[in-house]
C-alpha cells in the first residue's frame, strides 16, 4: 500500500513536469510568432509611420523578446530532463514575466510615444537577467 502511495505521488510529479515542459515549449512558440508577427509589421508598416527613435526602441524590443521566446522553448525542453527542478521552472516564470515587463513596455512606448513608460522596461531586463542565473543555478545544482 505504501508503495502504491509513493508510486502515484511519484507518477503525479513527473506528469506535472512533463506538462509543464510542454507550457514552456508552447509559451516559448507562441511568443516566436509573436515576434515574426510584429517583425512583419515594423518591416512593413512601422517604419514609414515611427521616427527613427521610436522604430529603435520597437526593435530593441522585439530582439530581446525573440531570444527570450527562443529560451523559454530552451525551458521547455531542459524541464524534460529536470521535471523536479524548481529552479529551472522558476527562470521560466521569471523569463516570461521578464518579456512582458520589457518588450511589452517598449512596444507600448513605441506605439503611444508615452515615453514615462520607458521607466518599467529596467524591471522587465531586472527579470530578464534574474532570469538567466537563476536558469544557471537551478541546472548547476541538479544531482
Not at 509573436?34 to 512583419?40: D, E, R, S, T
Not at 514609414?48 to 529603435?56: A, D, G, I, M, T
Not at 521552472?89 to 518588450?103: A, E, P, Y
Request: aromatic share 14%.
Amino acid at each position: 500500500m505504501q508503495t502504491d502511495k509513493l508510486y502515484n505521488r511519484s507518477f503525479i510529479l513527473e506528469f506535472i513536469g512533463i506538462m509543464m515542459s510542454r507550457l514552456f515549449i508552447v509559451l516559448g512558440a507562441i511568443n516566436t510568432f509573436l515576434c515574426v508577427l510584429l517583425g512583419a509589421i515594423g518591416a512593413h508598416v512601422l517604419k514609414h509611420k515611427f521616427s527613427s527613435e521610436l522604430l529603435n526602441t520597437f526593435q530593441t524590443g522585439l530582439q530581446y523578446h525573440f531570444y527570450h521566446a527562443l529560451a523559454l522553448i530552451l525551458i521547455g525542453i531542459l524541464l524534460f530532463h529536470l521535471p523536479q527542478s524548481k529552479f529551472v521552472k522558476l527562470s521560466g516564470w521569471v523569463m516570461f514575466t521578464g518579456i512582458l515587463f520589457f518588450s511589452g513596455t517598449l512596444y507600448v512606448v513605441s506605439f503611444t510615444e508615452m515615453r514615462a513608460l520607458g521607466m518599467v522596461a529596467p524591471i522587465g531586463g531586472l527579470s530578464l537577467m534574474s532570469a538567466w542565473l537563476i536558469l544557471a543555478y537551478g541546472i548547476w545544482s541538479e544531482k
